[in-house]
């Protein structure tokens, strides 16, 4: 039990640098960001924030890649059995999984990351190409995965999986998330959310649907 306690606060601090680290880099810029500001802004010793992470790289890598968790793990896979998976499971697959991905990149934190990482992209191509990897791609990817289990489960007749995702992904975003990049639109309700990533799924299967 001492250990669990141990690795929960231990847990809890990573998490906590993790915030500090992100509200630092939105507001100065990657580049304006040194580990020194995160130090001072977490009050803490440098060897503490270092026992985390080496650098601010890899913090922003594990800031990107905890963000990408919710609409990934909000996937609950397909029933791979011969009989098993249904067009309506496959919808309330991607229903749950559009809510997620537009939650999370509507927040305004997100969207501040978001603008940051276009600013220093031609500065630092690693870290956008790094932030795509870990989030976008990882987010597609994930869902790509299951269209082409129920393409193969007669769900869905769909030949190139990424692409499909691709799709999907651009209609859940639509106009939207330029806007509100843009500062020229507020966020939608999360009643808008649903009813629109609603919208989009009864769009995508008419298009894909066996």
Not at 35 to 55: G, L, P, Q
Request: charged fraction near 25%.
């Amino acid at each position: 039990m001492e250990s669990e306690k141990k690795v929960s606060r231990g847990e809890k601090r990573k998490n906590e640098l993790l915030e500090i680290a992100a509200d630092a880099i939105i507001e100065l810029g990657y580049a304006n960001t040194s580990m020194d500001e995160i130090v001072r802004r977490a009050r803490a010793s440098k060897t503490t924030v270092y026992r985390h992470f080496k650098n601010k790289e890899a913090m922003l890598a594990e800031i990107v890649s905890n963000l990408s968790e919710g609409p990934v793990l909000s996937i609950k896979p397909l029933d791979s059995n011969e009989d098993g998976g249904s067009r309506q499971e496959l919808e309330e697959i991607l229903f749950v999984f559009g809510k997620a991905v537009l939650t999370l990149i509507y927040d305004d934190r997100t969207l501040g990351l978001w603008r940051m990482l276009i600013g220093e992209g031609s500065r630092a191509p690693h870290i956008t190409k790094s932030f795509f990897q870990l989030g976008p791609k990882r987010a597609t990817s994930s869902i790509a995965q299951q269209l082409q289990l129920a393409s193969s489960l007669g769900i869905v007749a769909i030949e190139h999986p990424e692409n499909a995702a691709a799709i999907f992904m651009g209609m859940l975003r639509e106009d939207t998330h330029l806007a509100l990049l843009l500062g020229v639109q507020s966020a939608p309700t999360l009643q808008e959310i649903s009813d629109h990533v609603r919208q989009c799924v009864h769009d995508f299967m008419k298009a894909y649907g066996a």
